[in-house]
């Protein structure tokens, strides 16, 4: 529902309901290879991967179900720290596989993750 006078009410382009439209973080890595075996614990796998040349950094996809996440070892795309939220219907088993409880906040149970870069998961049920 669009109200009047808002910014979405005057927005040029607008979601007509006829694509699937996502948006995929982009976390920092300096070594791509063990976030990928990090991020698997959390049920990710590599969908694809791309390196101007050998030598050159690693830009990584990896998926769970429709969530994607971009792992990116070129130094100017992301910043470390960064902080997502992942809405999973498995909070109590990824608690279990990282060995943590899962937490009770205001909003919901959660739990928080830090990746071997330090980047900040934080999940809560879907």
Known sequence: MRMPGTHADRAVVRNDGLVDEQITPIL???DAETALAWYARL???KEWEHRFELGFPLFVSISRGPMRIFLSEHKGDARPDTLVYLS???IDAVATEFG???QQAPWGPEVELRDPDGNRLRIGPA
């Open 28 to 30: 920092r890595t300096d």
């Open 100 to 102: 943590l409880t899962v």
């Open 43 to 45: 049920g990710f796998a």
């Open 88 to 90: 999973v219907h498995d």
